[in-house]
């Protein structure tokens, strides 16, 4: 595992997180929006994609003990 993806559809959207970054599909429009920092990507996983109990710390924690640091710009 070398990225974090997390994927949620709903009637009218796609979000999605791809590492650092929150992709939102509406009607065939797509927008990219950075994430900063892991409270930022736990706040937007619980509550825009609705996943309240997804372990998003543990996830990026675990991703860090293989190298990986979603943060760093260079994974992005």
């Known amino acids: ?3 974090l993806k997390i994927i949620r559809f709903f009637a009218s959207r796609v979000l999605e997180i791809d590492n650092n970054r929150l992709v939102t ?3 065939n429009i797509t ?3 950075p994430i900063r920092d892991i409270d930022e990507l736990e706040a937007i996983v619980h ?13 990026v924690d675990a991703l860090r003990a293989r190298g990986v640091d979603i ?3 260079a994974t992005a």
């Open 71 to 73: 943060f760093d710009g």
């Open 47 to 59: 509550e825009a994609l609705q996943l309240p109990r997804m372990p998003v710390r543990e996830a």
């Open 31 to 33: 927008t990219v929006t």
């Open 1 to 3: 595992m070398r990225r």
């Open 25 to 27: 599909t509406h009607h």
